[in-house]
């Protein structure tokens, strides 16, 4: 783990303390499928089943700078997958993490790997793109999976100044963007390259 850590800093994927805590603090291996935990440390996507995988951490480290996560923030993950990206965010920011997971199946691996890792994420099952308005407004949205477009309900569920991180384009193939409210009606986005996401399925997505 020490040099995934270590190959991270040295490509400056992880530039703030708060983000090297987290990766040092939450072991990859628990999150990832007994059969393929061989790679858990490997700089690579892997797949945990239903056609999902658990990204590369290097991407993730990406995501969770961009969105300057800070102790106390709300946050709301679109995705949840094997949790381990739930684990990182709530090491970063405290307790108040929600997660939503379209798939019943996957919902259940990551409730078990969260809990396992001493993590307590409220993970729920539903569309993702209609957000969970049960919490609104949030500090920060995380969105793991490409869309078509930015879904109007996360916006609306961010709180003026908050942060939303979405990959948006193709369905496999796009830009990776961080958009800021800056009011009630607008946004500002800032692109942060290209990415690869598996596709973002429900009313708002594909």
Not at 64 to 74: C, F, H, I, R, S
Not at 107 to 123: M, P, Q, S, T
Request: charged content about 25%; overall charge neutral; glycine content about 10%.
């Amino acid at each position: 783990m020490r040099n995934l850590i270590d190959h991270l800093i040295g490509y400056k994927y992880i530039k703030f303390e708060s983000v090297k805590k987290a990766f040092e603090n939450v072991d990859r291996k628990l999150f990832v499928p007994e059969s393929l935990q061989d790679g858990a440390y490997s700089d690579h996507p892997l797949p945990i089943g239903f056609g999902q995988t658990i990204s590369a951490p290097s991407m993730i480290a990406i995501m969770l700078e961009a969105l300057d996560l800070k102790k106390g923030d709300k946050v709301l993950e679109i995705g949840t997958g094997s949790g381990y990206n739930a684990a990182l965010i709530s090491e970063i920011v405290g307790e108040n993490v929600f997660s939503i997971e379209r798939i019943p199946e996957l919902a259940e691996f990551a409730k078990n790997n969260l809990k396992k890792a001493g993590y307590k994420v409220k993970v729920f099952i539903g569309d993702g793109t209609l957000g969970y308005e049960g919490e609104a407004p949030y500090d920060k949205i995380i969105v793991t999976a490409a869309a078509p477009k930015i879904p109007e309900p996360l916006i609306k569920q961010l709180k003026i100044g908050g942060k939303l991180c979405i990959p948006v384009g193709e369905r496999f193939f796009c830009d990776l963007i961080v958009a800021e409210k800056t009011s009630a009606e607008k946004i500002r986005k800032k692109n942060y390259g290209g990415c690869a996401f598996v596709p973002l399925i429900g009313k708002e997505g594909w």
